[in-house]
């Protein structure tokens, strides 16, 4: 593939990298570094993607395998409340619904980096069989994790609000 | 609240956020370095290689030139460390190419883990093996060397025990002993804590 056609479909679908990158990364650095990281790593592999899943199921691999072994330059704990300030919300809506999503990002940071893959995945529509194919493991394992997850995920998020 | 009833604002939140616009930012994205451990590992693994080639090619060089028998042993031993050193870099090298960043999370995770343990220990085990191969090549040129000076004069006596023999084997314990440490610690500072991640990894994804 030439490297502007690479370029082309790489902008299409930026949106998983920047979403991935807003969920494993902190710092503003740390963003832009593993920005590149993945960008590097889809570039370097774009030869063996054989067409045989979707594009952006290739794409969410390559993303969530670089973030995952990503070496953070910074101490890895978090600066969550920045980096949930720093997300783009949408204005136009209601104070209470801001605060509901503010809660849930917060939580939503709070998760292991396994369990954030699994968001990131389901908030995109994958089935639980795309997610397990994606993350190496049962759509059984998948569907498990996943109901303990928004259960913690409720959790937490309410936990925040009333403390607010 | 639940988080289906937020799916589409979250999305859209995270997808919004972007802090890397201009357009030409991505291609120069393409040539840059990677900062990942196993780039560092590859890089580390290449500049080895060379290293180990030209001292092979300089082994070899005095285990054939030298003039002394002893000091060709010397070397020879050595060429022969250092060739297989070479070999064994280039296995390594060999599976850290074939390390594929579009493999299951899984594969990807438990790939990256067995290849930053291959080189872990490949690294412990050469420094280990190169303590005792140093200390008895020292001492066989030292006792071919002595003995052709001085051909009537016993090395072992008691006087040459307490007096040579006693404080180098103290040495050299202590400087292995110091070696072993050293050489554990600096490898759990550079890779421990990235180890134990993908294990931790690797083990949240298997637990149901």
């Given at each position: 593939m030439e490297e502007k056609e690479f370029i082309a479909l790489i902008t299409n679908h930026q949106r998983i990298i920047y979403k991935v990158c807003n969920l494993y990364a902190q710092s503003h650095t740390d963003k832009e570094d593993l920005f590149q990281e993945i960008t590097l790593n889809a570039w370097k592999g774009i030869r063996n993607f054989?067409?045989?899943?979707?594009f952006t199921t290739w794409l969410y691999r390559v993303a969530l395998n670089t973030a995952l072994t990503f070496k953070r330059?910074?101490?890895?704990?978090?600066k969550v409340d920045s980096a949930v300030d720093a997300l783009a919300f949408s204005?136009?809506?209601?104070p209470e619904a801001d605060e509901q999503l503010t809660a849930m990002y917060k939580a939503i940071h709070g998760l292991s980096d396994i369990d954030k893959a699994l968001v990131t995945l389901y908030l995109d529509d994958y089935d639980y069989k795309e997610m397990g194919n994606v993350l190496g493991i049962t759509a059984n394992n998948v569907a498990v994790k996943m109901n303990r997850l928004k259960k913690k995920l409720k959790e937490e998020s309410e936990k925040y609000l009333y403390s607010h | 609240m639940e988080l289906d009833a937020l799916k589409d604002q979250l999305k859209l939140g995270l997808e919004s956020n972007?802090?890397?616009?201009?357009?030409?930012l991505l291609q120069s994205a393409m040539l840059m370095k990677a900062e990942s451990v196993v780039k560092k590992i590859k890089q580390s693994v290449v500049a080895e290689t060379a290293l180990a080639i030209v001292a092979s090619v300089a082994f070899v060089y005095f285990a054939f030139a030298y003039p002394s028998f002893s000091f060709r042993m010397y070397f020879g031993a050595f060429s022969c460390i250092s060739i297989s050193f070479v070999f064994a870099l280039l296995a390594l090298r060999l599976k850290l190419h074939k390390?594929?960043?579009?493999?299951?999370v899984k594969q990807n995770l438990l790939d990256t883990q067995s290849v930053i343990k291959a080189y872990v220990r490949h690294y412990f085990r050469f420094c280990m093996i190169l303590l005792p191969v140093c200390l008895c090549m020292a001492v066989f040129v030292f006792l071919f060397e002595f003995n052709s000076v001085t051909?009537?004069?016993?090395?072992?006596?008691f006087y040459m025990f307490s007096h040579l023999w006693l404080p180098l084997i103290i040495c050299y314990f202590l400087f292995s002993l110091g070696m072993f440490f050293f050489t554990k610690l600096y490898l759990q500072k550079l890779y421990g804590e990235h180890l134990q991640l993908l294990e931790n990894l690797i083990q949240e994804l298997e637990n149901e």
């Open positions: 054989k067409g045989d899943s979707l330059k910074e101490n890895r704990q978090r204005h136009d809506q209601q | 972007r802090f890397y616009q201009k357009p030409d390390l594929d960043s579009d493999l299951s051909p009537n004069q016993s090395i072992f006596t």
